[in-house]
Structure formats: structure tokens, C-alpha cells
């Protein structure tokens, strides 16, 4: 059984930074790549990042491309979201994501709420 643990949310002013964290239980990422969304109200989920495990290639969704920054830890099994210039726009439930072998993971999620 694969766990997934958000952590790192909280109430930031606009242009300030929160790193967010992701931790798997259960599970030691490998080949896996491991994707944040994140969810406003009354909005869509939205991509916001991934990276594949092995080699550590990464990818941005559009509107956070330059200001958030994914990253992995191996030895603590954890993928960070390291997130800078932050805007009201931002203010969501962040969560991680994870396929292993066709069945998909998440997180409980995390509030970042940024105020202007």
C-alpha cells in the first residue's frame, strides 16, 4: 500500500516562498515520476509539476514555469515544491500524485493560501 504525505502549506503574503513536501510511505520511488497538482475552489484540478525519478527530468505547467522549482530527495524518498514569487492566484490544495503499475496515488493534500 503506497501512502502519500503533503506537507508545507500554510498562509504566505503575495511574493513571499513555501517549499512543499511530498513523502511516500510503503513505496521507495525509482522509475516513478511523481506530479504535484493543485486545486482552487470551484476550479479544476490543475497540472502544476512533475519529475521523473530516474535522471530527474522535470516539467512545469504554464502558469508556475520560472517561479516554483521541483525537486527529489533520494535519501529521504521525498519530492519537493519549492515555490517562489508567490501570487493570490496560487492560493489552492496542493497535492502529489503517483501511477505505480496503473494505480494512482495521491495525497490528502495541502493548503496554500496566498494573500495580497
Known amino acids: 500500500q503506497v501512502q502519500l504525505t503533503e506537507s508545507g502549506g500554510g498562509l504566505v503574503q503575495a511574493g513571499g516562498s513555501l517549499r512543499l513536501s511530498c513523502s511516500a510511505s510503503?513505496?521507495?520511488?525509482?522509475?516513478?515520476?511523481v506530479r504535484w497538482y493543485r486545486q482552487a475552489p470551484g476550479k479544476e484540478r490543475e497540472f502544476v509539476a512533475y519529475?521523473?525519478?530516474?535522471?530527474?527530468?522535470?516539467y512545469y505547467g504554464d502558469s508556475v514555469k520560472g517561479r516554483f522549482t521541483i525537486s527529489r530527495d533520494n535519501a529521504e524518498n521525498t519530492v519537493y515544491l519549492q515555490m517562489n514569487s508567490l501570487k493570490p492566484e496560487d492560493t489552492a490544495v496542493y497535492y502529489c500524485y503517483c501511477n505505480v503499475r496503473g494505480t494512482a496515488y495521491w495525497g490528502q493534500g495541502t493548503q496554500v493560501t496566498v494573500s495580497s
Open positions: 519529475i521523473k525519478w530516474s535522471g530527474g527530468i522535470t
Open positions: 510503503g513505496r521507495t520511488f525509482n522509475s516513478d515520476v
